[in-house]
């Protein structure tokens, strides 16, 4: 870290139209949190950080890899992989996970929200135990370890079948993801605050 007291955090801007909210968000006397545009200024500017949050870009992932340098996020393969519905559909059922198909496609549209390697899993009252067990099914398939929201459906059989994962989720007030944290009783400056945190954790380097 940068002092003994405060963690520097490079809030990368590109992708990410919530940075200011996500800096301001952060308690001043525990962490030095910057907005950076790294498309301007390149990588270079956050390699003071003591951790980054990546905002939207898979591309940004890969730099920060090869850099060596902390950051919170599922890394650059599961989270490709998780931009591409299809092909995400395709190698849950090859691990036997149950996937949307057109019997599914009026089914009631579940998002949940994950943390990193933290047991917890935030989803909406009332739904079935089998949401947040193929939730955590999914998390573990897909190695996903950075905040992501992963959203299923709950057909009108009471089937639970995954429809798409966001590894990369937008970390701005009101988005889905600091919003299923929010019902589930987790505020804004502690949730941005457990992700900086997970990404100290996980360290530089492939996650």
């Known amino acids: 870290m940068t002092d003994s007291r405060r963690t520097r955090v490079a809030v990368v801007a590109d992708g990410q139209p919530g940075a200011a909210a996500i800096v301001a968000a952060l308690d001043p006397g525990l962490f030095e949190a910057v907005p950076v545009e790294i498309a301007r200024a390149g990588v270079a500017a956050v390699a003071r950080a003591d951790v980054v ?22 890394g650059m393969l599961a989270s490709a992989v998780a931009a591409d519905r299809a092909f995400t559909r395709r190698l849950a059922s090859a691990a036997g996970l149950p996937v949307a198909g057109a019997r ?17 899993v935030a989803c909406p009252e009332g739904v079935p135990d089998a949401v947040p067990h193929l939730i955590r099914a999914v998390r573990a398939a897909f190695d996903l370890a950075g905040p992501a929201t ?58």
Request: hydrophobic fraction near 50%; proline fraction near 8%.
């Open 53 to 74: 949050l990546p905002g939207g870009r898979v591309e940004v992932v890969g730099l920060l890899e090869m850099a060596g340098i902390p950051y919170a996020g599922s």
């Open 104 to 120: 599914a496609a009026d089914g009631r549209r579940v998002i949940c929200g994950v943390l990193a390697d933290e047991p917890a």
């Open 150 to 207: 992963v959203t299923v459906l709950v057909t009108a059989a009471g089937e639970v079948v995954l429809d798409e994962i966001d590894a990369m989720p937008d970390l701005a007030p009101g988005a889905a993801f600091p919003e299923v944290w929010a019902a589930a009783g987790l505020g804004y400056p502690a949730l941005v605050a457990r992700v900086v945190r997970a990404g100290l954790r996980h360290g530089p380097g492939l996650h």
